[in-house]
């Protein structure tokens, strides 16, 4: 019997949703009552707390939560010294220096001497500081991109996904300075117990993992393009191949990177497969 271990996820944001969907297809499963502040899993010794995301870091730290799942810029920004156990790969973004079109930038020596907003002060001003810039931060919790409209900065410094609430507020997105994605954060100072549930938990999470970078596909092929074959798919030890009844072809299966995915499929067209089809694999060990 492993012991408890706590995780605090993001209670209604940008994280919660996948943060819970990758721990579903883990197969553990828990309730779906969003009122629930508190939960345990049927089927795994794994309590939630569902929480604001700022408070992530410091209920991790504090030992409230033994782990906790939140955005790398949030922990990064409390300057807080635990555990960053996994990049999980979802909720990506960037905090980027954004200016008005007017703005002359020519980089991060732009901003000498000037007033930027920004949500993320200690990571921009360890930005700054590294390339030698004395600049005077706004800190707003908030319509960051607002500020300059406003007149309260000249430049700013945001989370960007898409740019279209740069776009839609008349700003230009300038630098990239950081890049962020949600995390997996740990105590250093887990108990022996917890730490074994931890290490349970995060095979599962990196078998859901691998199985999302893949699809597994499965065609007929000529006999005699076995060997091309092999080439194009290539990573994995090598494909499962299967006799038809037909002397001439094969059955051929792998699995395939997803971002080499239509590239595969096109060169494996060209040398005469046929009938291929396409699977999500749901979970995968290497
Ligand atoms: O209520 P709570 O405090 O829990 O949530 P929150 O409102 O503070 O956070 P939330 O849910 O908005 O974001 C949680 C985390 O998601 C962030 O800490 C980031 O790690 C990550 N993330 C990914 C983003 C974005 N993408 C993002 N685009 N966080 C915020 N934005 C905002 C950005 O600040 C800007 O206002 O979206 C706008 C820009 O989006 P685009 O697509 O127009 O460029
Ligand atoms: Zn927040």
Do not use: H
């Not at 500020?147 to 309260?152: D, H, K, L, P, S």
């Not at 300075?177 to 599962?204: G, N």
């Amino acid at each position: 019997m492993s012991e408890m271990l706590s995780i605090a996820v993001q209670k209604s944001g940008r994280l919660s949703e996948k943060s819970l969907d990758i721990i579903r297809q883990c197969g553990i499963d828990f309730g779906t009552d969003s009122r629930v502040l508190r939960e345990v899993a049927d089927n795994f010794p794994l309590e939630f707390l569902f929480v604001r995301d700022d408070d992530i870091p410091r209920y991790v730290s504090d030992g409230i939560a033994d782990i906790g799942i939140v955005g790398r810029n949030e922990y990064d920004e409390t300057g807080l010294e635990l555990e960053v156990v996994r990049d999980l790969k979802f909720a990506s973004c960037r905090l980027s220096i954004a200016v008005p079109a007017s703005f002359d930038y020519k980089g991060l020596r732009s901003l000498e001497g000037k007033r930027i907003a920004t949500s993320y002060p200690r990571i921009l001003r360890s930005v700054l500081d590294k390339a030698g810039v004395s600049a005077e931060l706004v800190v707003v919790s908030g319509s960051v991109e607002i500020t300059v409209q406003i007149g309260v900065a000249d430049a700013i410094a945001d989370l960007v996904s898409t740019g279209t609430t740069l776009r839609m507020n008349g700003l230009v997105e300038a630098e990239c300075i950081y890049r962020s994605s949600a995390v997996m954060i740990a105590r250093p100072d887990m108990a022996e117990e917890k730490k074994r549930t931890l290490y349970r938990l995060m095979e599962r999470i990196d078998a859901v993992m691998m199985a999302r970078k893949k699809k597994y596909i499965l065609f007929n092929l000529p006999k005699d393009r076995l060997d091309e074959a092999a080439l194009i798919i290539g990573g994995m030890k090598s494909p499962t191949v299967t006799p038809l009844m037909d002397p001439g072809w094969l059955s051929v299966q792998s699995a395939v990177d997803e971002e080499r995915f239509w590239s595969v499929f096109e060169s494996l067209r060209e040398i005469g497969a046929e009938g291929i089809l396409v699977m999500n694999i749901e979970k995968m060990t290497e």
